[in-house]
């Protein structure tokens, strides 16, 4: 399976997924449209590598600000990790988040409140928070 790899936009996250790793990493604003069908190909590519993970998945969020629409999103990748994480299989989930941004730390443990994913919470600056 190939890497998967998207370039940030202003309104779209940067995405890099490593199937042999099992490294996958959202980083950036991330405030696309449903209907602008941004989502679609990482969620079919993250489906796939589903069926046959790493012996180990970690996903990294390192976000400076996310829409509902994206919330979403995150929640289709959210519950897939869990189904793997229930099926006996290593998986966790990186929270990056700006150190002045508790709004930002906030989200990520409302996201770990409905799944049973392993969730490690890594406060940052600014500058590393945004990928700068």
Not at 12 to 30: C, D, H, L, V
Not at 57 to 62: A, E, H
Not at 103 to 115: L, P
């Amino acid at each position: 399976m190939e890497k998967f790899e998207l370039e940030a936009t202003a309104n779209t996250p940067y995405i890099q997924f490593n199937s042999q790793s099992g490294e996958m990493i959202i980083q950036g604003r991330a405030i696309s449209e449903p209907e602008e069908d941004f989502w679609a190909p990482v969620l079919k590519w993250f489906y796939a590598y589903a069926t046959a993970p790493s012996d180990s998945t970690r996903m990294v969020f390192n976000l400076e600000y996310f829409n509902n629409s994206a919330s979403k999103q995150f929640l289709f990748f959210l519950h897939k990790l869990n189904e793997l994480f229930e099926e006996g299989n290593d998986v966790s989930v990186v929270w990056k988040y700006a150190n002045d941004d508790p709004e930002m730390k906030e989200s990520g443990f409302d996201f770990s409140c409905v799944v049973n994913v392993p969730f490690e919470f890594v406060g940052v600056e600014f500058e590393e928070a945004v990928g700068v």
